[in-house]
């Protein structure tokens, strides 16, 4: 199962990704534009560069998420 996590730094906080759980609902590419994107498989990602969303906004967007799938830790 933690292989299927990813995990990236952006800014200052740290953003897991439970590949598994993402729908590819796109509500948090909506919510935090300039962290997360989806990727070729239509799952989210954190963009390999920023500047990022503010750490709120982060925070937001993981909790817009309806399976919980994103984890951020500050
Ligand atoms: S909000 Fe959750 S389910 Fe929707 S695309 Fe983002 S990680 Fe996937």
């Known amino acids: ?5 990813k995990t990236y730094q952006a800014g200052d906080v740290k953003i ?3 590949r598994p759980e993402c729908i590819s609902c796109s509500s948090c590419v909506f919510m935090a534009p300039k962290t997360f994107e989806l990727d070729g498989e239509s ?10 969303d503010d750490a709120k906004t982060i925070e937001e967007a993981a909790a817009s998420c309806p ?5 951020v830790e500050k």
Do not use: L
Request: glycine share 4%; proline share 4%; aromatic share 4%.
């Open 16 to 18: 897991s990704i439970k």
């Open 67 to 71: 399976t919980t799938a994103i984890v």
């Open 43 to 52: 799952i989210s990602v954190v963009k390999e560069e920023g500047p990022y």
């Open 1 to 5: 199962m933690s292989d299927k996590t």
